[in-house]
Structures are given as C-alpha cells and as structure tokens.
C-alpha cells in the first residue's frame, strides 16, 4: 500500500477516514497533554485509541517537552490513567537533556569533571543522574539576597559548574536567574541546554500558563547566550529521535497540538502530521498558519485516527 500522501492543505480526519490513515502508518509519535490527557483528565477515548493501535501492531512512542517528570514518573502518569505504557516508549525533555549532554561528551571528553547546574523539577535531575552526569540543583546552592550592585559583584560561582540546564522551574526567580547568567557569561565554555522552549500552556478556562520558554528567554537575554533546545521545535532531536528508534520517515506520523513543536518536528523530518483539535491549536489558528506550519490533517481528537467516537 503506498505511503501516505502529505497534502498541500490540511485535510479533516473523522472516525470514518482516520483508520485509512492509520493503516498506512507504522510508527505513531504522540504528545501528551494535549493530545492524550489535560492535567488529570484522560481525553475522550484516547485509552482506547491506543488500545486499538497496539492490536494492529503499531509501535507507539510519546515524545513531551513537559520537563517535570522523569521517564518512570511518566509511567506512574500514565497508569494512574489507565494506559500501560513502557519507560523505553517515552522520550521526555528531562530524559533528552541527559542523552544530549551524554551524546557531546559532557563531564569526559567535553569539560571534564565539570557539573551541570540545574534550573529545574526533581525529574530533570533524576534522568541526568541516570547518566551519570553530576548535578548541582540550584536550591542546594542557597544563593544570597541579590538586592544591590554589591551583592551582585561579592557573589561566589561554583568553578565545577560546566552546564546550565534550564527545565521547568515553577521556583524560578531573580537570584537564579543573576547566578546562572553569571555563569554562562564567566564560567570558560559553560553550555546552556533548555528542555523547551514553549511559551505557555493552554490550562483550561481559556487561560494560558507561562511556559518553560518564557524562562529561557529571559535567561537568554540576560546571558547573552543562545541555548540548544533538546525539545520538540529544536534541531537536535528529530536526528536523534530517528537514529534511535530507526524510524522509516514516510510511515511514521506525528500526532500534535501545538504547530511551533508537534508540527515543526514532524515537517523537519518529512513524517505525517496530525493535529487533534483537543489542545492549544484551534481550528482558526492551524488554517491561519502559514502552509509550511500547517498540519496534514487535523482531528477533532486522537480517537478518529482510531475510528472511534471523540465525544
């Protein structure tokens, strides 16, 4: 059967066309929230969508740039859920930091023995132990009230600092944001990894959270340096993402709600994209986009790509 043909428009999808899709399809990379669940409710059938696809064989993957949970504290999420899913399954941007970090040699070949100061969640810091990198979380640095010039040119660096990563850091705040800045700029070839950069969160009640992108920004401007997104929207991670579950392009689809992450990564690497109409894209906003950030089809939600019922 040949692949599935990417159209120029976006095309509507409904539990009658869905399942053609699906069918042509052998890899299906999922977002999360969004797409699968808001906060602590399960969308319409999204359980039983991903029963369905594993019946006919499909090889399920769940790529996030919600950086506050380690890998296995997403397997918690998911069956507090009710879906089973594998930590080999789930590519989160607390585990991509680490593996990035791993893939440049970082703390071996590349800034040897140096320490990566963390602006993030407890899960962030557990994948980066996981591979082996030592951590300095930046409460356990009990930095001083940064309340005048003074204090600023008297604060103290850590010299073993060679990496800032900056996640999701609900307790993000001014004295964290002078330290880390200070370090990008005078610490020799200090490095700067963000999970993310997502602007904001669609919450419920129309309303927008800040995202974890509003932080790197402000860090950005206050360093002077450019981070490297390991996150969906960055150059790095489809590559790897590809190398690392040998993913056959044309076979493989992308299911969104956001066009700048979701979207993006899946025209980077030439995948069928799907945007489900149950997250921060409205119907408005995917036909307004320019053509090359629109989506090949869009979904009332995930359960059409599996023919069933999305309310």
Request: proline fraction near 5%.
């Amino acid at each position: 059967m040949p692949a599935v043909q990417q159209a120029a428009a976006p095309r509507l999808l409904d539990e009658q066309s869905g399942p053609k899709v699906l069918q042509q399809l052998d890899t299906i990379i999922f977002d999360c929230d969004g797409v699968l669940w808001r906060g602590s409710d399960t969308i319409t059938n999204a359980v039983e969508a991903l029963h369905v696809m594993r019946q006919q064989g499909k090889r399920l993957l769940f790529v996030t740039n919600n950086s506050s949970k380690s890998r296995a504290q997403y397997v918690k999420k998911f069956q507090s859920l009710g879906m089973q899913v594998d930590s080999s399954e789930i590519v989160s941007s607390s585990y991509t930091a680490a593996a990035y970090l791993s893939s440049i040699g970082f703390g071996q070949s590349l800034q040897p023995g140096k320490h990566v100061l963390l602006l993030g969640s407890q899960g962030t810091a557990d994948e980066l132990a996981a591979a082996g990198l030592q951590v300095l979380d930046a409460k356990q640095l009990q930095l001083p009230v940064l309340d005048s010039v003074d204090a600023m040119l008297q604060m103290q660096l850590d010299e073993r600092i060679g990496a800032v990563v900056l996640g999701w850091d609900c307790l993000f705040n001014y004295q964290k944001l002078v330290y880390a800045s200070a370090c990008l700029r005078e610490l020799p070839g200090c490095l700067y990894v963000a999970t993310n950069l997502d602007h904001a969160d669609y919450i419920g009640n129309d309303r927008m959270m800040p995202g974890t992108g509003a932080l790197v920004a402000a860090l950005q401007v206050a360093s002077g340096v450019e981070p490297v997104n390991v996150g969906k929207g960055g150059a790095w991670l489809f590559p790897y993402l590809l190398a690392k579950f040998q993913l056959q392009p044309s076979r493989t689809a992308v299911v969104g709600d956001r066009l700048d992450t979701d979207i993006a990564m899946g025209k980077q690497g030439g995948l069928v994209t799907l945007l489900p109409l149950t997250g921060v894209t409205t119907m408005q906003g995917a036909l307004s986009a320019a053509s090359r950030e629109q989506p090949d089809f869009i979904m009332p939600s995930v359960a059409a790509l599996a023919g069933l019922p999305s309310s």
